[in-house]
């Protein structure tokens, strides 16, 4: 076996390894909002329908949990690296405090403009009444949903992939235990509805919160809690976040429009859509998360290691394997597309749509496959603003540009939404690739370190 192929080799065994974990965590929180989504079906269209649009606004605490996540992995993987245990114990401490703090105005938004966030929508008035309370109890549990992301992510950043996966696990299991007795009613608990599945994730989210703090404290792990009054690394946290923050909420204000145009072809459509971005989430997201942050790991302990020349082959590499797997996947999904429409609809019409969307989502997954490794890389050198800058030109300019100025300007309908879906995996594929292979993300890793070291004599 050459040289070449074993240092390939050992970066997908090593990526396996990190990986699965973290693909078991991701496959039970997709679980369980899929029971927390058949609970709140058994109630009323309205109940689905609240609860679907307070889930839009569910997802900042979600986005900002991320984006110090991305801070809190870059830096402790870094530090990991070069063996500054105390630093690295700093950077996770301030992480968490400030994930924290950035959670406590939510808990003010969720109780004053709960009805309002769901009725400026549109939305009929039971749905607003239900939609606010499930808001509201769901963003009282932020600080601590946060916490939970930003904890998480600083353990995977040491390579302990699996400790996050027990507490997750915990978490997502009582979760949905949870969402049946207080969402249904058990034995002597009475049913709460909508009401009970928000406070089965509040309470759930709270519980992991909790165990992750222990864990940081506790021997089950090699990190502590370790405070400094120096800038420097909540500074870095906080430039490393906010881009990854942006990148997120990117693609969550791109959906409101591009459901929009969806909607001009037909009820159907939309549905079709929604049914094969589920197939393709549920299927392959575990994937390519996994490799994302399983690239952060190792190309941030690489460069904490200052060996960038070995960063940049692991990132390569990942992204090889990338191509490879979900490629496969890929390839499953076109030749099963229709079969696994139909598991979701029984309508002729919205299969068939939902079948040419599912296929388009397979030919993404070629390009995915390259995307997710090589900006997990980018974001363990502690670059979010090249996957931020690829989303963001991506998103607008061919899922909402593209598509509208092809399906409806020139009349190529659906056919020029497909192509624009397509063409947005391909430009954030090429952004990140270019930002990888040219940019001066090992220099600004490098730069990171020696500031925080110097900080920390």
Request: proline content about 3%; cysteine-free.
């Amino acid at each position: 076996m050459s040289s070449l192929r074993r240092r390939l080799f050992a970066v997908w065994r090593e990526t396996l390894s990190l990986s699965w974990p973290i693909a078991i965590q991701e496959t039970l929180s997709t679980l369980m909002r899929t029971v927390d989504i058949i609970i709140t079906g058994l109630f009323s269209p309205a109940a689905v329908a609240a609860v679907g649009i307070a889930d839009l606004y569910a997802q900042i605490p979600m986005r900002i949990g991320s984006g110090l996540g991305a801070g809190a992995i870059a830096l402790s993987s870094q530090d990991t690296g070069r063996g500054a245990e105390l630093t690295r114990d700093r950077a996770i401490t301030h992480a968490i405090a400030l994930g924290f703090a950035t959670g406590l105005p939510l808990i003010i938004l969720g109780f004053l403009f709960g009805d309002f966030a769901i009725a400026i929508l549109g939305s009929a008035p039971d749905v607003v009444q239900i939609g606010g309370l499930y808001l509201m109890i769901v963003f009282a549990a932020s600080p601590m949903r946060i916490v939970a992301l930003t904890g998480s992510r600083a353990l995977q950043g040491t390579g302990d992939t699996v400790t996050p996966m027990y507490i997750n696990g915990v978490s997502n299991a009582s979760n949905i235990l949870l969402s049946v007795a207080l969402g249904l009613g058990f034995w002597v608990v009475p049913q709460f509805g909508v009401v009970g599945v928000a406070l089965a994730t509040a309470i759930s989210r709270t519980g992991e919160a909790l165990l992750m703090l222990l864990a940081i404290a506790s021997d089950r792990t090699t990190i502590g809690y370790a405070w400094s009054t120096d800038s420097t690394i909540a500074t870095q946290l906080v430039a490393v976040a906010v881009p990854n923050i942006a990148e997120g909420m990117t693609t969550s204000v791109v959906s409101y429009p591009f459901n929009a145009l969806l909607l001009l072809f037909g009820t159907e459509v939309n549905a079709a859509y929604h049914i094969a971005r589920r197939i393709y989430h549920q299927t392959t997201g575990p994937l390519y998360r996994s490799y994302s942050v399983a690239s952060s790991i190792i190309v941030g302990q690489q460069l904490g290691e200052g060996d960038a020349e070995r960063a940049r082959f692991s990132g390569l590499s990942i992204a090889a394997f990338g191509v490879l797997t979900l490629g496969a996947g890929g390839l499953g999904l076109i030749g099963f597309a229709e079969y696994l429409a139909t598991l979701f609809s029984n309508d002729q019409t919205t299969i068939e749509y939902a079948t040419v969307f599912t296929q388009v989502f397979g030919v993404m997954l070629f390009f995915v496959g390259i995307f997710f490794p090589i900006a997990g890389a980018l974001r363990g050198a502690g670059d979010t603003r090249t996957p931020f800058y690829a989303r963001l030109t991506g998103s607008f300019g061919f899922m909402l540009g593209f598509s509208y100025v092809t399906s409806i300007v020139l009349g190529y309908g659906l056919y020029g939404i497909y192509a624009g879906m397509a063409l947005t995996y391909v430009w954030w594929a090429l952004v990140v690739s270019i930002g990888f292979l040219w940019g001066g993300w090992a220099e600004k890793a490098e730069a990171m370190i020696a500031e925080r070291a110097a900080s920390s004599d």
